[in-house]
């Protein structure tokens, strides 16, 4: 398998913009994750999935924030309108199960809001 | 609220020498899980310990949890240039129902 794939690598963009960044889990994995890492913060669990369905999104930091799981193989995080507070790097990661099991995280996303 | 919490924030040693990290939690536990980050990359698993286990090895790898403590530390022998990135320790619990990452211990080797 070629692991968690998350695109685009790198995000430049303009305050006020849509953001959409997307990611593809490992291919039988039921649970999927969204994190983001910033130096203050550290890294904080924004939203996960279980079975494509959102099951926890006490993290995700304000209603600019949406993500989705329209299939197995395919979420998206969406930031509208984004703010120069919301640069950070975005993780995807997927596992088997909730908090037994490994975590496998994507290479991230770098956003910069200008 | 944080769960796992590491022990230095940072860590400099001389490659060849041991790395000592330090993780300590507050509620009970499932398992303990241990992360390295390289920079720029994204979390890599370490290795997995549960609470009924006291100490798990994994090549130059050992880890150990203390539950009566709450506390594990991840001991990485005869250090290598390649080991410099940041630890993450993350605890698993029922009652959370996510595994929760700590802020990190940055270890960088000096050759």
């Known amino acids: 398998d070629a692991g968690v794939i998350q695109s685009p690598r790198h995000e430049v963009t303009e305050m006020g913009q849509e953001v959409t960044l997307r990611c593809k889990p490992i291919?039988?994995?039921?649970?999927l994750f969204w994190y983001r890492q910033t130096m203050m913060r550290g890294l904080e669990l924004l939203i996960y999935f279980n079975n494509n369905v959102p099951i926890d999104d006490s993290g995700m930091p304000e209603d600019r924030f949406s993500a989705k799981m329209p299939n197995a193989s395919f979420s998206t995080l969406k930031i509208q309108p984004s703010e120069p507070r919301d640069s950070a790097v975005y993780f995807c990661?997927?596992?088997?199960?909730?908090?037994?099991?490994?975590?496998?995280f994507g290479p991230g996303t770098r956003l910069t809001v200008l | 609220s944080q769960q796992g919490e590491e022990d230095p924030q940072a860590l400099s040693i001389q490659e060849g020498e041991n790395a000592t990290m330090n993780c300590s939690y507050k509620?009970?536990?499932?398992?303990l899980q241990w992360y390295r980050q390289n920079s720029g990359r994204g979390l890599v698993h370490l290795i997995l310990?549960?609470?009924?286990?006291r100490e798990k090895h994994s090549g130059r790898l050992r880890v150990t949890l203390d539950t009566s403590k709450k506390s594990s530390s991840l001991l990485i022998t005869a250090s290598r240039a390649a080991d410099t990135a940041s630890y993450f320790c993350?605890?698993?619990?029922?009652?959370?129902?996510?595994?929760?990452f700590g802020q990190g211990t940055r270890l960088t080797i000096n050759p």
């Open positions: 990661a997927s596992s088997l199960f909730i908090y037994t099991d490994t975590q496998y």
């Open positions: 310990i549960r609470s009924n286990e």
């Open positions: 993350a605890t698993g619990n029922q009652g959370a129902q996510k595994l929760v």
């Open positions: 509620t009970s536990i499932n398992n």
């Open positions: 291919s039988g994995h039921d649970y």
